[in-house]
């Protein structure tokens, strides 16, 4: 099988996706995951976290009881076990490294929460956001059909992590690889830092705040 993917691909690979109080302009951000695929001989890592709603999203965002029927999160959830945006903010900022893409699949809608968090948290991400397509698009037609079959019969899971875990699991099979059940980042976050020295990768670890906030559930 031609392996022309694995230098082709800019490595380490990490996708970012979002679950949102509604689809409407004043919606705001409730959830966020990442997963990561540090190499092509690497397993794949997921993570995620609620959000806290900023005081200005409780008093003038929407609630959309559509929305909340297809993610099923509550909002007594997000008061309970959700993170305050600033230390949701800086552990994305930590965790994807100055300069890095994580590719997304929402288009406009990942670009406003981004946003979103961001603004709330008063300050500016340091990583960029990629068109998951458009990194389909570096493969050969074949494997693109591959991967987009793969992802159209795989079941919506609605939920941040799963769905940022599902685009990686779908390149994963449009390349021909098994990389096996999806592992915790948050136990395995020093040895994926380690792995990532060891290999001459660089894909933004971060430093101990983030690892805490990781650990504790960021």
């Keep these: 099988m031609p392996s022309s993917w694995r230098s082709t691909l800019p490595w380490p690979l990490t996708v970012i996706d979002f679950e949102a109080s509604s689809l409407d302009q004043d919606g705001y951000p409730i959830e966020v995951g990442l997963a990561l695929w540090p190499g092509p001989d690497d397993a794949i890592f997921g993570w ?5 709603p900023a ?18 999160i509550l909002g007594r959830e997000l008061l309970a076990d959700g ?8 552990t994305l900022n930590e ?27 008063n300050v500016a991400p340091l990583f960029s956001l990629g068109d998951w397509h458009r990194l389909m698009a570096l493969l050969s ?6 991967g987009l079959g793969w992802l159209e019969q795989a ?10 875990e599902q685009l990686l699991l779908a390149l994963a099979h449009a390349v021909g690889i098994e990389t096996g059940p ?3 980042l948050a136990k395995h976050w020093l040895s994926l830092a380690a792995l990532a020295t060891s ?5 933004g670890m971060p430093a101990s705040t983030a690892r805490d906030g990781i650990r504790q559930g960021l």
């Design 48 to 52: 995620s976290t609620l959000i806290k």
């Design 55 to 72: 005081g200005d999203w409780s008093r003038h965002g929407h609630w959309s009881p559509k929305s909340a029927k297809v993610h099923g």
């Design 83 to 90: 993170q305050p945006v600033s230390r949701v903010a800086a």
């Design 95 to 121: 965790a994807l490294g100055h300069g890095t893409v994580a590719w997304c699949d929402g288009d406009a809608y990942d670009i406003h929460w981004t946003g979103a968090l961001f603004k709330a948290a």
């Design 141 to 146: 037609r074949a494997m693109r059909d591959r």
């Design 155 to 164: 079941p919506a899971r609605h939920r941040a992590r799963a769905d940022a």
């Design 182 to 184: 999806v592992q915790d």
């Design 199 to 203: 290999s001459g990768l660089s894909p």
